[in-house]
C-alpha cells in the first residue's frame, strides 16, 4: 500500500488556518508537503515560520517545504539587505512580524531582524517533491515537461472561487488564504484526490 500524503497550499502569513490544518493533516496522511508562499500579505509572517520550524523537529522526515516566490524574495532581501523588490510584493506585512529595534531602541538591519534559524529554513526549501506518480511544485509553469505522467499539485495561481481546481492530470491549491477576501488554506490529499481546508 503506498503512503498518503497531505499537500498544503499557499499560506500567506496567516498562522492559524495552518495549526488547524496541520492538526487534521498529521491523523489522515504519512507525509505533509508545503508547497510555499509561507510569507507576505498577512500578518503573521514570523509566527508562521516559528511554526514550520518546530513542526520539522517534531515530525522529522515526515514534512517536506517547498519554496515559493515570496519565499525566495524575503531570502534575497535579507541577504542584500535591500527591501524594495519585496515591499512590492507584499513584503512590508513580513517585515512588520519582526522586531524593528533591540532591547535597547537601536534600529536593526534587516539581517539582524531576522533569525539564523529563519534564514537556514528559506535557504533549505526545495523546488520540487515526487512520490508514487506525483509532483509537486510551488508554480505549475515551472514544472518539466517530462512530468506528464506524474499527478501534478501546486499552488501560486490563486482560485477564486477559494476552492481547488482539480482536472484529470493536476490539481490548483491556492485558495487565497492571506490573499483573497474569505481565502482559505487547502489540504489536497494523494493518492485520494479529496481535500478539506481551514479558513
Known sequence: MSDRYALI?????????????VER????????????DYVNRGPQSRQVIDFLIDLRERLSGRVHFLGGHHDLAFLN????DRIDVFLRMGGAATLNSYPRADAHGERLLLRQR??????SFL???APAFNA?????????SDAPSTSVRRFGVFGHRPQPSTEPKISN??????TGCGTLPGGKLTCFL???RTWFQAS
Open 114 to 119: 531576522v533569525p539564523a534559524s529563519h534564514v
Open 77 to 80: 532581501a535579507v541577504a542584500d
Open 190 to 192: 494523494w493518492p485520494d
Open 132 to 140: 508514487d506518480g506525483l509532483i509537486a511544485m510551488h508554480d505549475q
Open 169 to 174: 492530470d493536476f490539481a490548483l491549491i491556492d
Open 9 to 21: 497550499g499557499d499560506i500567506h502569513g496567516v498562522l492559524p488556518p495552518v495549526i488547524d490544518i
Open 123 to 125: 535557504r533549505d526549501l
Open 25 to 36: 493533516a498529521q491523523e489522515v496522511a504519512d507525509s505533509i508537503v508545503f508547497l510555499g
